[in-house]
């Protein structure tokens, strides 16, 4: 039974940056696909970010060349870097690992 598990999620002052963790149980060296999706009040569950086990990440238009997505498979961690944070970056974000899902983590982008 794989197991998904997201930190770091915090209040953050618009400019600043946050980085979430994604752990995951057992190994992750052979699910294909990890990501990074949320969910803002009012709002349907959008993508942020893809990260495959080889080949090129995907971004969310929105978060391009502010966020990175990053994977340590010796960890068995996901990693979303992000910077330059808007309010609109507000919300719970959610890992998945395969067809695994976290419970999430907030984010809170305010000054």
């Known amino acids: 039974q794989v197991q998904v598990v997201e930190s770091g999620g915090n209040l953050v002052q618009p400019g600043g940056s946050l980085r979430l963790s994604c752990a995951v149980s057992?190994?992750?060296?052979?699910?294909?696909?990890m990501g990074w999706y949320r969910q803002a009040p009012g709002k349907q569950r959008e993508l942020v970010a893809l990260?495959?086990?080889?080949?090129?990440?995907v971004y969310a238009e929105s978060v391009k060349g502010r966020f990175t997505i990053s994977r340590d498979n010796s960890k068995n961690t996901m990693y979303l870097q992000m910077n330059s944070q808007k309010p609109d970056d507000t919300a719970v974000y959610y890992c998945?690992?395969?067809?695994?899902w976290g419970q999430g983590t907030q984010v809170t982008v305010s000054s």
């Open positions: 998945t690992a395969g067809n695994h």
């Open positions: 057992g190994s992750i060296l052979s699910i294909v696909g």
């Open positions: 990260i495959p086990s080889g080949g090129n990440t």
